[in-house]
């Protein structure tokens, strides 16, 4: 009865600890991919650009179209704006006074007065019974005159004044609003470039996104085969533990029966500490990749994915590739970018020549101020529409144009030659690539040969070691050797797939 009550406590441990990791969501190598591409910053960064791009092209191609701008402008100033000067005011304030004052003086310098006198003196001699009548007619005509004069001198002061008071502006509040419209007609080709430039921005806005992309993929397999390989090596590792473990207990008990020695424990011994060293540093390493694999992925870094393929199951498929670089010629978005590259320091030389080329604009628009400027500085908003076009020819710059041209073809060639230098690194790659698929080819079935024989020859190690016709020493030789040869293996699967994965990536696929 307690040795079953023992055996269902044990059970219960086990469905414990198995259920979480049965429960434990099984990643393949393509939903590593897909979650990468959804969460990695790096990706994110890359389709922002893009993005930006996009939006620069849209605000590139608005420099065809018109635009219309609103000012509105309030200034005070301390001083107003005359158009008279202090002296001009007081002359026009005193128009009546001066005119008058000089009418009379111009009478006076004359004679005229005199000249009268003396004629109304003479007829009064000839004429004694007019001498009142005349005399009296003289006085009227002499304090008429002086009111003609007053009334004179004061209207002409008084229109003086308004003279002076109708050209004051009263410009210390002076208030403008503005309607203006632009249509460019002839910019020297800058427009067009301009325009173009950002088409290329996102292509190669596109290209970068493309690259990092296949960057990640390439980043993704990597980590994901890195743990696929620790997994099935720590498994090899626990077995080879164990099977020590095992000799190690054969050992204790030949030693018993006399037919082994203290040294062939101690070495048994020395070679079951070096496997539990091995296996810690796998445990160690897989942690690490696991890691990196989750923060690949976008998933927390404590997180303990099971992967599809960590039982290396799926035999893989050796194929011989001929390093053909047409395809990358292509492809390859790192060439892709570098064409889109020239091609826009090629429209970056004639923005450069279009800043010397003559320019015409066509304008209209709408002017308002306050004061008035078409009423006599009115103090009320006027305004008045307005057309023209605007006309600029860049006469002389001492040679600044074509040097900068220059500058920008210069540029233009060292795009170029970049280009050439880069295409001929990206043959150089698909070719040492293809070798090393090729070489992984290799190497498998070579492994996998020499696992056969290694098995057989652990076989017959086991056999004789039983039989006691074979040393400690050779049993273990030979158990190294059949871990050196699943290691070998292990490591020639997961290359065949790495190098195929680079060989994909230099394809440009």
Excluded at 228 to 245: E, H, I, P, T
Excluded at 299 to 313: H, N, Y
Excluded at 465 to 479: K, P, R, S, Y
Aim: charged share 25%; net charge neutral.
């Amino acid at each position: 009865m307690k040795k079953l009550k023992n055996k269902t406590l044990l059970l219960a441990l086990a469905m414990l600890f198995v259920a979480p990791a049965s429960a434990q969501q099984v990643l393949t190598l393509d939903e590593c991919r897909s979650m990468a591409l959804r969460h990695n910053k790096s990706m994110q960064m890359a389709s922002v650009s893009r993005d930006k791009a996009t939006f620069e092209r849209k605000a590139a191609q608005s420099n065809y179209l018109p635009k219309v701008d609103f000012i509105g402008t309030y200034q005070f100033t301390s001083q107003k704006v005359s158009l008279l000067s202090d002296d001009q005011k007081e002359n026009l304030g005193s128009l009546g006074t001066q005119v008058v004052g000089g009418v009379q003086q111009s009478v006076t310098q004359s004679g005229l007065p005199q000249a009268a006198q003396q004629m109304a003196t003479q007829i009064i001699q000839a004429n004694r019974d007019l001498a009142p009548l005349i005399q009296q007619g003289m006085a009227v005509a002499d304090q008429y005159g002086k009111k003609f004069a007053a009334l004179a001198s004061q209207s002409l002061n008084t229109a003086g004044q308004k003279i002076v008071d109708a050209l004051d502006t009263d410009t210390r509040n002076l208030g403008i609003l503005s309607v203006m419209l632009t249509q460019p007609l002839y910019m020297g080709g800058k427009i067009r470039a301009y325009d173009k430039i950002t088409h290329y921005a996102e292509e190669l806005a596109g290209q970068k996104l493309r690259l990092e992309e296949q960057s990640l993929i390439l980043d993704v397999d990597k980590a994901y085969w890195q743990v696929v390989s620790l997994v099935n090596k720590r498994k090899l590792a626990v077995g080879y533990r164990d099977m020590l473990q095992k000799i190690d207990q054969d050992v204790e008990k030949m030693i018993r029966e006399g037919v082994a020695t203290k040294s062939n424990e101690l070495a048994v011994s020395v070679k079951l500490n070096e496997a539990e060293m091995t296996l810690m540093r796998i445990d160690d390493g897989l942690v690490l990749s696991r890691m990196l694999l989750a923060q690949t992925c976008g998933m927390p870094l404590d997180s303990v994915p099971q992967l599809a393929d960590e039982s290396l199951d799926v035999s893989v498929q050796p194929q011989q590739v001929d390093g053909e670089t047409s395809e990358a010629m292509a492809n390859r978005p790192e060439l892709q970018q570098l064409d889109l590259a020239t091609k826009m320091l090629r429209e970056k030389v004639k923005i450069e020549r279009s800043a010397f080329l003559p320019t015409a604009a066509l304008t209209g628009g709408y002017l308002a101020t306050y004061p008035s400027l078409s009423n006599g500085f009115e103090t009320r908003f006027r305004g008045m529409w307005n057309v023209g076009v605007s006309l600029k020819v860049p006469v002389w710059h001492w040679g600044e144009g074509t040097n900068k041209v220059k500058a920008a073809k210069a540029d233009v060639t060292l795009s170029a030659l970049r280009y050439d230098e880069v295409k001929e690194k990206i043959q150089l790659q698909v070719k040492q690539s293809a070798f090393a698929v090729n070489e992984a080819n290799r190497k498998l079935e070579l492994t996998t040969k020499n696992l056969e024989k290694a098995e057989e020859n652990l076989r017959v190690a086991r056999l004789g070691f039983t039989e006691g016709l074979v040393t400690t020493t050779d049993m273990l030789a030979a158990q190294t050797a059949w871990l050196s040869a699943q290691s070998d293996k292990i490591d020639a699967q997961i290359d065949i797939r790495l190098t195929q994965a680079a060989y994909e990536k230099a394809l440009g696929r």
